[in-house]
């Protein structure tokens, strides 16, 4: 299992920004693919964006253009720039990594979220 931890969350005005990372334990983390997703109460979770081990990148309709995934293979890390933020982007965002695409990203690891909140 790889371990995650997330940080940058907080607190912006709308049309503000957040850079999220998300660090990773282990040595195999370049094989992974890494996903942010983001829960809020009441709803069912959502995949915001996920990153190839090759680079390929997808994204949900409602960040695309205002969203950034990397992942820096060196430092074990991946990372979502959130560009012209939205109320509505408000939620606990989480790191996810799976071995590959075809595993359930349920059956993968989770980090424990990190609360963004965008409001005046």
Request: with cysteine.
């Amino acid at each position: 299992q790889v371990q995650l931890v997330e940080s940058g969350g907080g607190l912006v005005q709308p049309g503000g920004s957040l850079r999220l990372s998300c660090a990773a334990s282990g040595s195999i983390f370049s094989t992974y693919v890494m996903g942010w997703y983001r829960q809020t109460p009441g709803k069912q979770r959502e995949l915001v964006a996920t990153i190839a081990r090759g680079g390929s990148t997808n994204y949900v309709d409602s960040v695309k253009g205002r969203f950034t995934i990397s992942r820096d293979n060196a430092k074990n890390t991946v990372y979502l720039q959130m560009n012209s933020l939205k109320p509505e982007d408000t939620a606990v965002y989480l790191c996810n990594a799976r071995p590959n695409r075809f595993t359930q990203p349920d059956f993968g690891s989770w980090g424990q979220g990190t609360q963004v909140t965008v409001s005046e």
